[in-house]
């Protein structure tokens, strides 16, 4: 049976991209079928008919899985803001079982589907919904990117107060080192472990300079079943 996972962050800009990219390299190396899917994606150019994304781009060539752009990106929008005002601005509904469809879809052509969830954890998509009620209908379980920067504790705690409060199942958390001459980054990392009630999947490390192929050998292996020796 097909496997997913709901990656969100602490933020915009946080890692998730760069955490799921390792993630699918990962699993691409034990020999699984993989795609990577970004539902809504805010910012980009159409590039000979088809809406471009950095994120969409960097999920799809980790990818080992061909998979139609239009399943692997539902929603795409030019310019780089809130995809509920982009979505207005367009004449667009973001509509949730969509999603839900193509995710359907996907998880019967990949062992493993790694959703990227868009900007910080409860994100608007129209007028009623947001990536958490995205989170909730895709049911999958949500592993959380905290980038760690000044601030991160409390955006840590927050979203892992929302993500719990929504009933989600957790797979667990990353700390991305963002910038490793923190201050009192392992100090941090430290009262994150502490506090949540979630799993750490481990310490990305800083990669500088930027790689399409980041070094994954750091997720804890026993976190994901795919990933264990049988
Ligand atoms: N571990 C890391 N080492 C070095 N640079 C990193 C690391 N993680 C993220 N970055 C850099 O930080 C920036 C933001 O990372 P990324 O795009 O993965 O974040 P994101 O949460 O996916 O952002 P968005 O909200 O735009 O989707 C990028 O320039 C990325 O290269
Ligand atoms: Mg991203």
């Avoid at 998730?16 to 020999?31: E, H, P, S």
Wanted: include cysteine.
């Amino acid at each position: 049976m097909s496997q997913g996972y709901f990656v969100v962050g602490t933020d915009t800009g946080v890692g998730k991209t760069t955490v799921a990219v390792a993630l699918i390299n990962a699993l691409c190396q034990r020999g699984l079928r993989v795609v990577g899917m970004k539902p809504v994606a805010a910012g980009g150019e159409m590039v000979n008919g088809v809406w471009r994304n950095e994120d969409v781009a960097a999920l799809a060539t980790a990818s080992n899985t061909e998979a139609d752009f239009r399943l692997v990106n539902p929603y795409a929008f030019a310019l780089p803001i809130a995809p509920h005002i982009a979505a207005k601005q367009t004449g667009v509904v973001i509509d949730i079982p969509t999603i839900r469809s193509a995710y359907d879809v996907l998880s019967r052509t990949a062992d493993v589907v790694v959703v990227e969830s868009v900007g910080g954890f409860c994100v608007p998509l129209g007028r009623d919904i947001d990536t958490a009620d995205l989170a909730v209908a895709l049911g999958l379980p949500v592993m959380m990117v905290v980038g760690m920067r000044l601030g991160c504790l409390s955006h840590a705690l927050l979203t892992a107060e929302a993500i719990e409060r929504r009933g989600l199942v957790w797979a667990g958390w990353v700390a991305n080192v963002l910038d490793p001459a923190m201050p009192a980054l392992n100090e941090n990392i430290a009262a994150l472990q502490e506090r949540l009630g979630a799993e750490c999947l481990g310490i990305m490390p800083n990669i500088r300079p930027h790689s399409a192929h980041p070094e994954c050998s750091w997720l804890v292996p026993d976190a994901f079943p795919q990933l264990v020796n049988k």
